[in-house]
């Protein structure tokens, strides 16, 4: 079975950049999809981009376009996030998942356990 770990979360300021990690075990990632999804206090949660299981294809929410880039690293099993120019409401545990292509949640079957991610001053 996949297990997803994300790594990567932390403090920062705004205007600062963090790199989100979720490394895959069990499978290859080569047979999946991946989102990453935050979820602020008292919101719903939220797809911010995801990538198709070949790397070809990506995709972004309007609030990250230009400032968030997904990767993956098939030798490494490992998906990341590369996060620039954060903002306060970026602040939210991010979560990566794998299963089908898209921004929605319902498209995933494997969820990680979450990573910290704070934007203040």
């Known amino acids: 079975q996949l297990q997803l770990v994300e790594s990567g979360g932390g403090l920062v300021q705004p205007g600062g950049s963090l790199r989100l990690s979720c490394a895959a075990s069990?499978?290859?990632?080569?047979?999946?999809?991946i989102g990453w999804f935050r979820q602020a206090p008292g919101k719903e949660r939220e797809g911010v981009s995801c990538i198709s299981s070949s790397g070809g294809s990506t995709n972004y929410a309007d609030s990250v376009k230009g400032r968030f880039t997904i990767s993956k690293d098939n030798a490494k099993n490992t998906v990341y996030l590369q996060m620039n120019s954060l903002k306060p409401e970026d602040t939210a545990v991010y979560y990566c998942?794998?299963?089908?292509?898209?921004?929605?949640?319902?498209?995933?079957?494997?969820w990680g356990q979450g990573t910290q991610v704070t934007v203040s001053s």
């Open positions: 069990g499978s290859s990632l080569d047979y999946y999809a």
């Open positions: 998942a794998a299963g089908g292509y898209g921004l929605g949640s319902q498209m995933y079957i494997y």
